[in-house]
């Protein structure tokens, strides 16, 4: 069965940190992975995401040089890692899985994607 799980989210002071962890079953411990936020009444966005041999990473640039992604393919789970974080950085943030064959260019809309996890809530305090 194709699942996915989050955790790590929580409440953080503006500049502080955190690490999301999403953990995979063993049917997408080969897949493409990314991660997206959604905040209220705003659409769902790409954050950053992670080929599956975990060799090239992609952000969005409102993340850039800020988080970093990366995987640990023994434990079957990818990370996200946030610093400096700031209030417009609260949202839901949700791993995603995909198996993108063939395709020269890593795909960053919330359709291209098949598998998703419950999500979980990133707060940050001003």
């Known amino acids: 069965q194709a699942q996915l799980g989050e955790s790590g989210g929580g409440l953080v002071q503006a500049g502080g940190s955190l690490r999301l962890s999403c953990t995979a079953s063993?049917?997408?411990?080969?897949?493409?992975m990314g991660w997206f936020r959604q905040a209220p009444g705003k659409e769902r966005e790409f954050v950053s995401g992670?080929?599956?041999?975990?060799?090239?990473?992609y952000y969005a640039d409102f993340v850039k040089g800020r988080f970093t992604i990366s995987r640990d393919t023994a434990k079957n789970t990818v990370y996200l890692q946030m610093n400096s974080l700031n209030p417009e950085d609260s949202a839901v943030y949700l791993c995603?899985?995909?198996?993108?064959?063939?395709?020269?260019?890593?795909?960053?809309?919330?359709?291209?994607?098949?598998?998703w996890g419950q999500g979980t809530q990133v707060t940050v305090s001003s």
């Open positions: 995603a899985a995909g198996f993108f064959i063939a395709l020269d260019y890593f795909p960053r809309g919330p359709d291209d994607y098949n598998y």
């Open positions: 992670l080929t599956r041999s975990g060799t090239k990473t």
């Open positions: 063993d049917a997408l411990s080969r897949a493409d």
